[in-house]
Each structure stands twice: as structure tokens, then as C-alpha cells.
């Protein structure tokens, strides 16, 4: 069965504390995959594909990662204005539909 | 570029009343995406498009029909509506020449 697994749930960092989002993923033909950022409210916004093992990708104080297994986000010194819910999403092969995790909320703390 | 707008923002339900939640895209694709998003469950796929005239159901489709009423606009359609269809509803539709997904502002459903 298709699943992606996000850990932690939540994580709390200080202004400047540098740190890392896991994405897990078993997903059928992976195509690309996927990471929101998705603010209260609101619905999410698209950061990152990736689309093959050992591609990054680099946007501000973010940099995602891919191996055959997982994805990584990596957020260096951030600010209080990166705090949202981060959203990882595999897309399945030949259906183009996204598979999605539960998200990881981002809390940093001045 | 509006992009993806959806109509309501908000509605509250009681059990049994049936609604329609509208979604416009101006991206020119072809496919459109309904999803609900309920804490702790994700982002799950109801129903989705692939082009005009054409849906197909997604993960959860029990509840829910849809209308693909030209290339722009995608309808959700609740029947009857029941508690348990509580939640926050996006619609979705990939960019021009890329498989990545954008997703409009939400509808929050509250069914009582």
C-alpha cells in the first residue's frame, strides 16, 4: 500500500536553530515528489518536486533532499516566519495522484 | 492570475441539507482535484478529473459527487450531508507543463 510518513509530528526550534523534516515514503512508480508549506487557514503552497534520488533543491533557509526511501527538508537558521505545517506528497505513478503525509508544524521561537 | 478560488469560504450544515462547493482554476490544465484535510489524516483525495467530461473517484468518494463543468470549473456536491463530512475542502490543479499541484484558499464545512 502507498504511504508517506512524516516524523516529527511537531517540532519546536529557536530563531536560528538549524534542523530537519523527514519524509518516509513507499509510494507504487514513484514520479516526483512533493513538499507544502501550509499556513493556518490557508490551503498549501507549493515549495519543491524532486523527482529523482539525489537531487536538492534550494529556495530562502529551505533545501530539500531526495534518496530511493526518503526526502528531507532542511531548514537553516530560521526565523519565526517559517513556523507553518510542512507537507510532504509522493505522486503515484501513471494515476497522477498525490499521496500526502499528515505534516510536520513548524514552530520557531524568537 | 487568481489561480485557484473556491466558493464558499465557509458554510455550516445541518445533518441531511445537501450543498455545492465551487472550484474555478485559470491555469489552463486539464486535470482538477477535490481533497479533504482532517487533523491527523492528511490531505485525502475525493474526487478527481482528468479532463472535461471525464471524473473518477479517489480515495474517499462515499457522500461526494462531482461535476466537471467546463475546462475552469469543478463542483463538489454533498447530497445529504452528514457529520462526519466535517472538514476543510481544497481544491487543486496542476501548472502548465508540471506535475505539482496548487491548491485554492479552502472551504470550511461545519455539518451539525
Known amino acids: 500500500e502507498d504511504q508517506v510518513t512524516q516524523s516529527p509530528e511537531a517540532l519546536r526550534l529557536q530563531e536560528g536553530e538549524s534542523s530537519s523534516l523527514n519524509c518516509s515514503y513507499t509510494?507504487?512508480?514513484?514520479?516526483?515528489l512533493f513538499w507544502y508549506r501550509q499556513d493556518p487557514g490557508k490551503g498549501p503552497e507549493f515549495l519543491f518536486t524532486l523527482y529523482s534520488a539525489g537531487e536538492e533543491k534550494e529556495k530562502e533557509r529551505l533545501k530539500a533532499t531526495l534518496t530511493k526511501k526518503e526526502s528531507f527538508l532542511h531548514i537553516t537558521a530560521p526565523k519565526p516566519e517559517d513556523s507553518a505545517t510542512y507537507l510532504c506528497?509522493?505522486?503515484?505513478?501513471?494515476?497522477?495522484?498525490?499521496?500526502f503525509g499528515t505534516g510536520t508544524l513548524l514552530a520557531v521561537q524568537p | 492570475n487568481a489561480g485557484v478560488t473556491q466558493t464558499p469560504k465557509f458554510q455550516v450544515l445541518k445533518t441531511g441539507q445537501s450543498m455545492t462547493l465551487q472550484c474555478a482554476q485559470d491555469m489552463n490544465h486539464n486535470s482538477m482535484y477535490w481533497y479533504r484535510q482532517d487533523p491527523g489524516m492528511g490531505l485525502r483525495l475525493i474526487y478527481y478529473s482528468a479532463s472535461e467530461g471525464t471524473t473518477d473517484k479517489g480515495e474517499v468518494p462515499n457522500g461526494y459527487n462531482v461535476s466537471r463543468l467546463n475546462k475552469r470549473e469543478f463542483s463538489l456536491r454533498l447530497e445529504s450531508a452528514a457529520p462526519s463530512q466535517t472538514s476543510v475542502y481544497f481544491c487543486a490543479t496542476p501548472g502548465q507543463g508540471s506535475h505539482e499541484q496548487y491548491f485554492g484558499p479552502g472551504t470550511r464545512l461545519t455539518v451539525t
Open positions: 509510494v507504487s512508480g514513484l514520479r516526483g
Open positions: 506528497a509522493g505522486l503515484r505513478g501513471a494515476t497522477n495522484k498525490l499521496i
